[in-house]
């Protein structure tokens, strides 16, 4: 079945793009200005590809206030698989993660962090089905931790 109307998704995940979005990236896939290939037609060392990185990078700093003492990383793959990188690079042998739990996607990173190394959960919300996060005076961080993580609310 073909629908001609467009669908509104206000989902966590991938939502709904304005068109004139849409249609510019639809155009730059077959063809980038000036360049004659598709971005997945050019070698990811080159300069165009380069600059491209270079301004979408600039502009997600811009966008989300990011500060020019933090790096920002692009990534393949979804919030699951974040869940396995973070505690990989991040939870070195005989440190400690802390996980506030806050609902199913907290479940899903301790799950992961627990297959790389040790993981103290500092506060759950599970009790009251995760309608809150939890309060500061309910967090039993871990002194010297390697990384907190939160997550939402998401039962």
Do not use: C
Request: glycine share 8%; proline share 6%; no cysteine.
């Amino acid at each position: 079945m073909t629908t001609l109307t467009r669908i509104y998704n206000f989902a966590a995940g991938p939502a709904i793009l304005p068109l004139p979005v849409l249609e510019e990236a639809q155009r730059d896939l077959v063809s980038l200005p000036g360049v004659g290939m598709s971005v997945m037609e050019i070698s990811h060392r080159s300069s165009t590809f380069e600059d491209l990185l270079s301004k979408a990078i600039a502009d997600i700093r811009e966008l989300a206030g990011v500060p020019s003492n933090y790096r920002i990383l692009m990534l393949q793959g979804g919030a699951s698989l974040q869940f396995s990188m973070v505690p990989m690079n991040l939870l070195t042998p005989g440190s400690t993660a802390d996980y506030i739990d806050t609902g199913s996607w907290s479940y899903k990173a301790i799950k992961e962090a627990k297959r790389v190394g040790k993981v103290n959960v500092t506060g759950s919300t599970k009790a009251d089905n995760y309608s809150r996060i939890p309060g500061q005076s309910e967090l039993k961080f871990t002194t010297g931790a390697a990384y907190v993580h939160m997550g939402q609310i998401n039962p």
